[in-house]
Structures are given as structure tokens and as C-alpha cells.
């Protein structure tokens, strides 16, 4: 048997970071390391228990989650630990900051049960969990704030193909409906999803989405 997914759960409010730990322990792949209730102990804990992950709130005392996230899995950062943010819907503008310090994905902190399992399991694979019908309103709210003041053009690594898909990332499209989009397989669409990943030196896709708004790719 594999071993169990390795999470330290970190949120200032003890309610939220109580239950959080009730519904991740309770599964047989996944162990709570450690609870946390702000962003300095987050990266002190971190290092010291070494987690798969760590299930991190924003806005917290001492240290906010953006920048323990950036200093857990930040560029730089030697050996990357996986961060999945956790936030509250009128706190998402600075759930693009956290993506940009290095999270793998962000959930709200009202999702169900089931959707925090999934998007633990998910990041711990090493994908990225970047809901569509969340980026969409995400990006739609912070487009203006997102895109630079003047539009850089797209990178030429790039095929136009590529640049299509990208776009399509970008504005919260999955691969299934990338797929239906421009009439291609499935498969095809992860083959362009990753040439994409490779040529920008990009870790994930919610990488790509932030490379596509600050390089002014969507409009």
C-alpha cells in the first residue's frame, strides 16, 4: 500500500482549521501532519515535518499565507512543497498573488467536503487544481488589475495552435472542453498542454494562466 498523503493544515481560525483536519484525517490515503494558525509557523512546521502539502489560508496574523507560500514553494525555492490556498470569495484578489508565489491551486473555503479531498489529492499528484468556473469569475473580476498596462506580444516559442490553447487555459476552459472547442482529442489537447509547459518553463497550468494574463495574451 501506497503511504498516506502527508498535510499540514494551516488557518487562523481554529473552527475552520479543526474541521478541515477532522475531514482529512478521516481518510485512509490522507494524514494530518500538523495544524498551524498563522503563516510564520506554516513555513516553521513545514520545514521542520516536511508535508507532501499544506493546506494553507490568505489572510492570517505574522505571516500571510501568500508569503509563506512564497517562501514554501516560491522561485527559488530549493525543494518546492506543494501548497494548495484556501479562501473566502471576497478575499480572491489575492488569490492571484498566491498563485504567483507558487500555489498549485486555490479552493473557497465554503466548497463541500468532497471538493477538499479532491483538491488535496489532486495537488498531491503534483497537478494543479484550478477549478474553470472559479477562474472565469476570478479572472473576469481581476483582468484589468492582472493585465499589464500595455499588451506584450505573445511568445514566439509559441505555434499559433499553442497560443490558441493557452488562451483557452487562460480563461478557465478544461481540457475536455478545449477539446470540444477546437474539435480535437482529448489527448491532443494534453500534448499542446504540456509542449506549452516546457517551452515557457512552466510548472503547471494555473502557471499558465498567470503567464497569460501578465503577458496580456487575453483580452
Known sequence: MNAPVRVLVCDDQALIRTGFATIIDAQPDLEVVGECGDGRAAVDLARRLDPDMVVMDVRMPVLDGIEATRLLAG???????????????????????????????????????????????????????LAPEVTRQLVGRYAARIRPTQDTPGDTALTPRELEVLRLIANGLSNGEIAATLVISHETVKTYVSRILTKLDLRDRVQAVVYAYRNGLVT
Open 75 to 129: 522561485p527559488g525555492v530549493v525543494d518546492p512543497i506543494k501548497v494548495l490556498v484556501v479562501t473566502t470569495f471576497n478575499l480572491d484578489e489575492y488569490v492571484y498573488e498566491a498563485l504567483r508565489a507558487g500555489a498549485s491551486g486555490f479552493l473557497l473555503k465554503d466548497a463541500p467536503p468532497a471538493q477538499l479531498l479532491h483538491g488535496i489529492r489532486t495537488v498531491a499528484t503534483g497537478a494543479a487544481l
